[in-house]
């Protein structure tokens, strides 16, 4: 190639990252497809059981796996908590609602929280089953637990497609033994080492995520990889997590994901990401997202809900992520099944005005998940 075919070349892509930067609603690239357009519905088994209803946008009820599936869904994500109070979302309502998914040909993805109840980067509690364990025997926890969920999956014939191991972990899991303190990652990479070979011995073909909610900043994103890959730690594909009123622009999010792209060379996808369809609070529990317009020009509408999904989906994809999962969309105001699991009866849904189905269970009829 000339030096002078390799100065437009350059001046090309140049221009090409420029107008991804600063029109994310362009069409989608030809080059890359999201192949893993999912949702996370951990919650809808127990709305269901409280009978609650679903209906797609003409009005007739459905099962809402196949609403979503209508909409474009393909792949599936189940958080799995060792031994919430509640006794939803452990491992045998995870086994039974496995069947449901896999029966319709979506794809399965765990994502082990390795606590009885929510873990994200603010909280990482360990299970009360393993609160005395150090980090010698929380390596066995971890490859026992991931080893028996999973072989248990597979024993039914629903095979997990890919496994977090570990959620939000921006600083580790299972606090204290395995968060990173001083830019130590040892106790942190001997626990992703466990869960990764556990699953791998489980069954080869399972990709394993590391998954942190790093969108925000690429500075984060690489001092949290580059600190697990300095240890020898092997995974599959990167995940983040990205909420526009909490992790930033689109621009910054594609400047992540192609940086995480190339720099680990990793397949990436977004396993979390929502926007409300209202400002407007169905119950006593406070919304995690409020205001009539929680990112500019998107307003808490259906209209400005599936605008925001779409702007996510084509920026992932222009940046090279092959997948988008939203974060439950199916979990609107129903009675019974709150955010906390040691109360679920006595707390309210602080995403009800996330989810996209409204109150009485009708779906935003914009909302679409688009390879």
């Known amino acids: 190639m000339t030096p002078h075919r390799r100065v437009l070349r350059a001046w090309g892509a140049a221009l090409l990252t420029l ?7 362009t069409p989608a690239s030809a080059a890359n497809t999201l192949t893993m357009l999912g949702a996370d519905v951990s919650s809808v088994q127990r709305s269901l059981d409280l009978g609650a209803r679903y209906y797609d946008a003409g009005g007739t009820a459905r099962d809402p796996l196949d609403i979503l599936m209508g ?9 799995v908590w060792n031994n919430p109070v509640s006794g939803w979302n452990n491992k045998a309502r995870v086994l039974a609602y496995a069947r449901a998914v896999k029966a319709r040909g979506l794809k399965l993805m765990i994502d082990f929280h390795y606590s009885d109840t929510w873990a994200d980067p603010g909280k990482q509690y360990k299970p009360a089953a393993w609160a005395n364990h150090g980090i010698g025997q929380l390596q066995t926890d971890v490859h026992n637990y991931t080893y028996d969920v999973c072989s248990s999956l597979k024993a039914q014939g629903t095979t ?14 299972l606090w204290n033994d395995g968060r990173v303190v001083n ?15 556990a699953t791998k011995q489980c069954d080869s073909g399972t990709q394993v995520i590391i998954h942190t909610a790093n969108a925000d900043s690429m500075a984060n994103a690489r001092w949290f990889y580059d600190g697990i890959a300095a240890k020898g730690v092997r995974w599959d594909l990167t995940a983040l997590s990205y909420y526009c009123m909490w992790h930033g622009t689109l621009a910054n999010l594609y400047n992540v994901i192609t940086d995480v792209r190339s720099r680990y060379g990793r ?35 259906w209209s400005g809900q599936a605008t925001e999904f779409a702007w996510v989906q084509n920026t992932a994809r222009d940046a090279g992520a092959i997948g988008v999962f939203y974060w439950e969309p199916t979990w609107y105001a129903v009675p019974g099944n709150g955010w906390d699991p040691a109360n679920i009866n006595g707390t309210g849904n602080q995403w009800d005005n996330m989810a996209i189905f409204n109150w009485t269970g009708r779906v935003n009829p914009d909302v679409r998940w688009t390879p």
Request: aromatic share 6%; glycine share 8%; with cysteine.
């Open 160 to 173: 997990p497609d890919s496994v977090q191991i570990g959620n939000e972990i921006n600083v580790g899991m």
């Open 71 to 79: 909409l474009g869904v393909n792949y599936v994500r189940l958080r």
């Open 19 to 25: 107008v991804a930067l600063l029109t994310p609603l």
């Open 267 to 301: 397949p990436v996808v977004l396993t979390e990401t929502a926007y409300p369809f209202t400002a407007a609070n169905a119950d006593g529990e406070p919304n995690s997202v409020n205001g009539t317009e929680p990112c500019a020009g998107h307003p808490a509408s």
């Open 183 to 197: 830019n130590d990652f040892t106790n942190l990479s001997l626990l992703l080492k466990a869960g990764y070979q």
